[in-house]
């Protein structure tokens, strides 16, 4: 079974400022998911990681991928706060369903 | 551009009632996946299934079944609704690992967010 941990469940930090959410997971994983849900919405996808030192960006998000450690991290770069959402990483592993982090709701102030 | 679509946004049911969640998704994926939602407690598996006919448990299937009678759609079925089941329910479909480096997004349809009074 795969399992999907995330840190930090919370985040709050200033407009600006840098800083990397971590996503560990238990067992190899075909596919890596990270996904952004706003209050009362469901979850846009953002990435789609699948194999080992993929990086991807997407404005001020970049998430990247390390098989061999079994991590993944989504990194923010000078935090704005419209990203102010809770965020996801999910594994899926072949034959099985997504397995889901508990999420990082994360706070940008100015 | 819509990918998955639930048949509702809100809902509102009266205990013991048998309520009915559809999704349907128009990206020819197999794997399709119901998921609740309740604060503090994230995202919580009920059922998927990895092809037409074809379901699995999930975490919480306790209360719940689904029917997967062609590919597209994909039925979420309370039996007998009870309070404990109000909550935000999310279904999700993409392909299969193993089907190649394309199209492997999961898309989420727009939840349903469901009350039983």
């Known amino acids: 079974e795969l399992k999907v941990e995330q840190n930090p469940l919370f985040l709050s930090m200033q407009e600006g400022k840098n800083y990397t959410i971590y996503c560990n997971y238990s067992?190899?994983?075909?596919?890596l998911y990270w996904y952004r849900q706003d209050p009362g919405k469901s979850l846009e996808s953002l990435f789609v990681?699948?194999?080992?030192?993929a990086v991807k960006q997407e404005g001020r998000l970049m998430a990247s991928l390390d098989t061999k450690a079994r991590l993944s991290t989504l990194h923010i770069t000078a935090a704005v706060h419209d990203l102010s959402a809770t965020y996801f990483c999910?594994?899926?592993?072949?034959?099985?369903?997504?397995?889901f982090g508990k999420g990082t709701s994360l706070l940008v102030t100015p | 551009d819509v990918k998955v679509t639930q048949s509702s946004r809100y809902l509102v049911k009266r205990t013991g009632e048998k309520v009915f969640l559809e999704c349907v998704q128009d990206m020819d994926h197999e794997n399709m996946f119901w998921y609740r939602q309740d604060p503090g407690l994230g995202l919580r598996l009920i059922y998927f299934s990895y092809d037409v006919k074809m379901k699995e448990k999930g975490d919480i299937p306790e209360g719940y079944s689904v029917s997967r009678e062609k590919k597209e759609r994909f039925s979420l079925i309370l039996e007998s609704a009870s309070t404990n089941q109000t909550s935000m329910y999310l279904c999700?479909?993409?392909?299969?690992?193993?089907?190649?480096?394309?199209?492997?997004?999961?898309?989420f349809g727009q939840g349903t967010r469901l009350t039983v009074v």
């Open positions: 999700a479909s993409t392909v299969p690992p193993g089907r190649g480096l394309l199209n492997t997004e999961a898309f």
């Open positions: 067992t190899t994983s075909d596919r």
């Open positions: 990681l699948l194999s080992n030192g």
């Open positions: 999910a594994g899926l592993l072949s034959g099985y369903a997504l397995n």
